[in-house]
């Protein structure tokens, strides 16, 4: 069954299949500002860090996204914020705002971060993506998952970074 969240207040259904922490973190394509590809999820050599945020062009994953950049600096992970946004406006937040210690993604092209169950489903954000953390060890499974659950706040930091320190 899929997951709920809300939007000020208002159940908002997700799409896809409900991960939990010790799942396999499925393989997902998504497109960095310059249009190429990254497979995020899966083994890779690196803890994984995939945060999910409906837009960057509203205060909330504003705020994030810049947060997410300068906490995770100084973490050897792999760390990706994915949006619906378009890269070339995903280029021009990451230029605005420096934001450099994180790859910025979107998921226009294949909608694949539905395999996380964080495909908004119902609501004026239908097609766009729920506010989540997912921190995936490098053997690929999900370590640690947070969906917040009031889309119009942003997640818990210090418990993100303690699920990454308990991994490097």
């Known amino acids: 069954m899929a997951e709920t969240v809300t939007l000020k207040g208002n159940p908002v259904v997700l799409a896809g299949p409900t ?14 500002s310059d249009l190429s590809e990254k497979a995020v999820g899966g083994k890779k050599e690196k803890v994984q860090v995939i945060i999910t945020v409906p837009s960057l062009d509203t205060p909330v994953c504003e705020t994030e996204t810049r947060k997410f950049n300068e906490i995770l600096k100084e ?10 946004d378009l890269p070339f406006a995903e280029k021009r937040f990451c230029e605005s705002f420096n934001v450099g210690n994180v790859d910025v993604a979107s998921d226009f092209r294949y909608r694949d971060m539905e395999k996380y169950g964080v495909l908004i489903a119902e609501s004026a954000l239908k097609g766009l993506l729920a506010r989540a953390v997912f921190v995936v060890d490098k ?13 119009t706040q942003e ?4 418990e993100v970074v303690e699920a990454i320190k308990k991994l490097i």
């Open 19 to 32: 991960l939990s922490v010790g799942d396999d973190a499925p393989v997902a394509c998504v497109v960095k």
């Open 75 to 84: 973490l050897p992970v792999d760390a990706t914020v994915v949006s619906m």
């Open 139 to 151: 053997n690929g499974k999900v370590a640690y998952k947070q969906l917040v659950p009031e889309i």
């Open 155 to 158: 997640p818990n930091y210090d």
